[in-house]
């Protein structure tokens, strides 16, 4: 192991590869440019609310093999909760008509054979269209390979990719898109039951692992903002925080886990991914009817998935460029519209907040997705971690701590 390494930020991949360092005993520091760790993954006490809210309704499914051996690690799983099986309700709100799709667990999907389970107005065969997914030539577009229209898109796939992928389905990645169905759709109804974060996302996943690392040694300093690397020819020297300068010693090892605007930034050459696409959340505190299930997707709403906590109703709109400059009032009120239709809620705009996230991830574009780089650089001693590098997944919790997962165990070989 080198002598020190350096994490250069404290959200999701920068923690994961912190933790699995630091369980394998080796010397840790944590350099984060805020005052709190898990980036995009986090919570905060909102004032307009007078409550604490996570910046973005993130869901984990019981595949994401890597997010659960994570959250096992820093002994967090118990603060997911969700239905125990493949539960998904639906409403359409240009027809009123509301279904839940319930998949089995085995591998078999048998479930699409009883049309109590699957979406009306489909059939059993109309469900084959994933496997050509599966069998799409490197590069394609989704819209290339699938018909994008008809019930089972309307009503099942488009949701479902929208949501993993943050890009209109019809453009993005089908190399994205059959990753996401080839560990969870594919793999039966046991890897996608969904999983939320109980408490909130930095009580599951930011806060354990801050634990985690600093009682097995590691060090987390916040406040942190890295402003420039020193290169010579084959590995970095130096990490420059700007009113600091720190020199890297010879068997020293930096990960680089920070978002891809800035990590262009910082090494030259770096070929990231340039396009993004935005990310809208709108949360109500008004308490949840009872009988509101946790999650319920839309059809032919402005809302596509609305989230049922005990304090209040969440909502999540993907790529949602098409948002950024319209009012937040407007905004509130014409989501809250929807909100209460779908929760039979009657009754005035209660307490809100927007949240806006313009780069929530990278378009999942075969383009974009051709841009991301390898853990690996030309720098002996330079890792890179982050949801934007090579994964094989989109900009996804799981993909994130992959990516950490992944400059861990490259860290061995930089001396």
């Known amino acids: 192991m080198p002598r020190l390494i350096h994490i250069i930020g404290a959200g999701l991949a920068g923690l994961a590869a912190a933790v699995r360092l630091v369980a394998q005993g080796a010397r840790v520091i944590v350099h984060e440019a805020t005052n ?8 905060y006490h909102d004032p307009s609310l007078g409550m604490l809210i996570d910046n973005g309704n993130h869901l984990v499914l019981s595949g994401n093999r890597a997010a659960l ?11 997911l909760a969700g239905p125990g ?5 639906f409403i359409d709100l240009a027809t009123g008509e509301r279904w839940t799709v319930r998949a089995n ?4 999907p048998w479930w699409i054979f009883d049309p109590r389970r699957r979406v009306p107005g489909t059939r059993a065969r109309d469900y084959l269209s994933f496997l050509r997914l599966l069998r799409a030539a490197p590069g394609a577009m989704i819209g290339e390979v699938l018909d994008c229209k008809g019930p089972i898109y309307e009503r099942l796939t488009r949701p479902f990719l929208l949501a993993a992928l943050n890009t209109e389905p019809p453009e993005s990645s089908a190399d994205l898109a059959a990753a996401v169905i080839r560990e969870t759709l594919a793999a039966g109804g046991r890897r996608y039951h969904p999983l939320f974060a109980r408490d909130g ?21 916040f406040g942190q903002r890295l402003h420039a690397l020193a290169f010579d020819a084959d590995r970095v020297t130096g990490l420059d925080f700007g009113d600091v300068s720190v020199p890297l010693r010879p068997d020293d090892a930096i990960v680089l886990a920070v978002p891809p605007v800035v ?7 770096l070929s990231t991914p340039t396009e993004f696409r935005a990310i809208v959340n709108a949360h109500f505190r008004v308490d949840p009817p009872a009988g509101l299930t946790p999650m319920t997707g839309i059809v032919n709403g402005m809302v596509e998935w609305l989230f049922a906590f005990p304090d209040r109703l969440s ?7 098409r948002m950024l400059d319209t009012p937040r009032e407007e905004l509130a009120s014409r989501i809250w519209r929807e909100v209460a239709e779908i929760a039979s809620i009657a009754g005035p705009l209660p307490p809100w907040q927007i949240v806006r996230e313009r780069r929530a991830t990278f378009a999942a574009l075969p383009r974009e997705n051709a841009k991301r780089p390898g853990a690996r650089t030309r720098w002996n001693n330079l890792l890179l971690a982050g949801d ?12 994130a701590i992959r990516s950490g997962n992944r400059a861990a165990e490259l860290i061995g070989e930089t001396t």
């Open 36 to 43: 709190q760790a898990g980036g995009r993954c986090r919570s």
């Open 263 to 269: 990590a262009a930034s910082l090494v030259p050459g």
């Open 201 to 221: 996302l930095s009580a599951a996943f930011a806060e354990p692992a801050l634990r985690f690392v600093e009682a097995n040694g590691g060090n987390v300093a």
């Open 85 to 89: 099986s493949a539960s998904f309700p």
């Open 105 to 108: 667990d085995g591998p078999v």
């Open 69 to 79: 051996a994570f959250l096992d690690t820093i002994g967090a799983r118990d603060h």
């Open 315 to 321: 909502v999540t709109i993907s790529s949602a460029d």
């Open 388 to 399: 934007w590098t090579a994964t094989g997944l989109p900009a996804t919790i799981e993909g």
